[in-house]
DNA sequence: GCCGTTTTCGGCCCGACTGTTTTCAGTCG
């Protein structure tokens, strides 16, 4: 069986669809919506699969018609989209990827093809070589250079960045440009604002007092290797470690709508120009301005904007609330009336998940408690690995136990922070845990991942990860799928049902914050968070600055639409013990009598004495 | 192909830059 789902194995047929369609000059707007196809079943949680005999419910979806309905139930059905096997037929397989060529685009693979006799990378490198290219129309020196170019980058770089490895990269050159002299306000926008897992460039945007100037501080960085346009308000740039930067120059008064345009997402902005367009205006990265029926740009026959200095008066011009750049990726946050107040990094009260020099981690468990106490956490939770992880010096049960003494000395005589005994126990393939449950139930919090088996069955996965989550001892399901961006695909669970039992049993998901993992996903946590279930967002910390990581879990939960109601680590230290011991039977009975009632699972019965 | 408190038909976002052009097509975001 193929470890790719249904949904992912359609996003792909639809995607390719559509690049044929490009070749072969469909139109536009079909090409578009079918790329939207593609684009919803990438994102969708819930498996298509499940609806083959619900079309109805297909098409319900926004952005999924009739007609793609019937092809994804054909596909359910056979295997395969008779559409699709007639457009293939069409074009030279290899073609698809001539036109991932940065450059290239549909009409001059097309050219390229029926007059170069270009029909995949090789023969475009032939054609390059041997200077057939040259004699097409439209095929100057300087464009055959570019191709020539495109080609080599392609050959040597990587995928798209991880967000963790292009922040730091954006707030150097953010910080460079803000160090020359003339330039007034600067950020950066794009993808990374947005908080994307990976980033394809780095998008700045600046104001100035005299334009040129910041781009020539921009364009001349250190390491600049190419520049690749440079004009009156937009240049780009190659890095020497293969990174594209753009950066847009605006006028400072109309930084809002610069900022709004320059962040996106593409989904986004084109459904708010269109919003735009219903209610009268034309909306551009300029400003948002009356509809004139003049086709021509507003902005350069003198009209003002009625709104662009900030993105607040953009949105609320057109009826909207502000809205978090994490959450503009058209999935719906245009058709909410008030955004939900979404988790903050200063939210973030306890790390629930860390270790310690007892397996892999660099730190004792000392110090591990002086830094979260440091960041002002109320909570640290020592979890080192379990027996199984051997590669990670895993603990015995034997070593556990003198561990967990060790926790419990060195908690009691540190002041201003709580230390929870724990451990990240390896959930096995077939979903058993690594440690008996006597030993289990002498843990304060209990975090099960997946470190092995990582590329077992869908259904097993799901099976393997929904009996962990309804483990009575269990608190945290960590790194559900185990994936490593760009790196290991990790568990294709139905993730659907996992969270399913995840609030059956009151049992939270992890997202992993550092940068290789951030799993959970974004749109798994959206899911979470549409079914109620409790998130935890933690570091995982080997080291002091893998806390810093933190802010990467924090996009990505807001991504997702977390609040901080529904995040365990921005609990109060009252709320989180209450949680944590209604998992641990026999301290659960004292709470109980304690409180002189019911202590409810996951329901904070004394909300109201909240933090301390 | 998708969609609809203006519409079930007729729309569907907008501008900058490049390169090859004599005024614009193609690509990108």
Redesign the pocket.
């Known amino acids: 069986m193929c470890i790719m789902s249904s949904n992912a194995e359609l996003a792909r047929l639809f995607t390719e669809m559509a690049a044929v369609m490009e070749l072969t000059g469909e139109?536009p707007?079909?090409i578009?919506?079918?790329e939207?196809?593609a684009r919803t079943l990438e994102d969708l949680t819930l498996d298509v699969s499940t609806l083959v005999d619900e079309p109805k419910r297909l098409?319900a979806?926004?952005?999924?018609?009739?007609?793609?309905?019937q092809r994804i139930v054909e596909f359910l059905r056979t295997g395969r989209i008779a559409e699709h096997d007639e457009l293939l037929a069409k074009v030279p397989k290899g073609l698809l990827a001539v036109l991932g060529?940065?450059?290239?685009?549909?009409?001059?693979?097309k050219l390229l093809w029926e007059k170069g006799g270009v029909t995949d990378l090789a023969s475009l490198k032939e054609a390059l070589d041997s200077g057939t290219i040259e004699k097409l129309?439209?095929?100057?020196?300087?464009?055959?250079q570019?191709i020539r170019e495109s080609l080599d980058f392609m050959s040597k770089s990587s995928s798209r960045m991880r967000l963790g490895e292009a922040m730091p990269l954006a707030e150097e050159i953010v910080a460079h440009l803000s160090a020359s002299a003339n330039v007034e306000r600067v950020d950066f926008a794009?993808s990374l604002r947005r908080g994307r897992e990976t980033i394809?460039?780095i998008?700045i945007l600046a104001s100035a007092k005299r334009p040129s100037a910041a781009s020539k501080a921009f364009t001349s960085m250190g390491d600049v290797q190419k520049v690749l346009?440079?004009?009156?308000?937009?240049?780009s740039v190659r890095l020497k470690s293969g990174v594209?930067v753009?950066l847009r120059l605006v006028d400072d008064e109309a930084f809002g709508a610069a900022l709004l345009y320059?962040t996106?997402s593409?989904e986004h902005?084109?459904a708010l120009?269109?919003l735009?367009?219903?209610k009268g205006y034309?909306?551009?990265?300029?400003g948002l301005f009356p509809?004139d029926d003049d086709?021509s740009?507003?902005?350069s026959r003198g009209v003002r904007p009625v709104a662009a200095a900030k993105e607040e008066d953009i949105y609320r011009k057109l009826g909207l609330p502000w809205c978090p750049p994490e959450m503009r990726e058209d999935r719906g946050e245009l058709a909410l009336k008030k955004i939900p107040k979404l988790i903050e990094l200063d939210d973030i009260k306890c790390e629930l998940h860390a270790h310690t020099t007892a397996s892999d981690g660099r730190l004792s468990i000392e110090e591990l408690a002086a830094e979260a106490k440091r960041r002002g956490f109320h909570t640290i939770a020592v979890t080192d690995h379990s027996r199984s992880s051997v590669q990670a010096n895993g603990l015995s049960p034997e070593r556990l136990r003198e561990h967990i003494e060790e926790i419990r000395r060195v908690a009691a005589r540190t002041k201003g922070i709580a230390i929870l005994a724990g451990s990240e126990v390896d959930i096995h393939a077939d979903g058993s845990l690594d440690y008996d449950d006597d030993l289990l139930a002498e843990l304060d919090i209990v975090v099960a991942s997946p470190h092995a088996s990582l590329r077992q069955e869908p259904a097993k996965a799901t099976d393997r990860l929904v009996r962990a989550v309804k483990h009575p001892l269990v608190h945290i399901l960590g790194h559900p799928t185990g994936r490593l961006i760009n790196a290991r695909e990790g568990l294709h669970p139905d993730m659907d049902k996992v969270i399913a039992a995840a609030v059956a049993s009151n049992t939270a998901l992890e997202i992993n914050a550092n940068y290789l993992r951030l799993d959970l996903r974004d749109h798994h946590v959206r899911s979470a968070v549409d079914a109620g279930a409790l998130v935890a967002i933690n570091t995982d910390a080997h080291s002091t600055d893998h806390f810093d990581f933190l802010r990467y879990g924090v996009m990505t939960a807001r991504r997702g639409w977390l609040t901080g109601e529904r995040c365990v680590n921005a609990w109060s230290s009252t709320r989180l013990r209450e949680w944590l011991e209604s998992k641990r039977p026999s301290a659960r009975s004292r709470t109980v009598a304690a409180a002189g009632g019911s202590a409810k699972k996951g329901r904070s019965p004394r909300k109201a004495r909240a933090d301390r």
Do not use: C, H, W
């Open positions: 139109n707007f079909r578009r919506a079918t939207k196809v098409v979806i926004e952005g999924i018609g009739e007609g793609s309905a060529v940065p450059g290239l685009g549909p009409k001059t693979v129309p439209r095929m100057g020196e300087k464009t055959v570019n794009g394809g460039d998008d346009a440079s004009g009156e308000t937009k240049s594209q753009d320059f996106g593409k902005n084109v120009r269109e735009a367009v219903r034309r909306l551009n990265e300029y509809d086709p740009p507003p902005q």
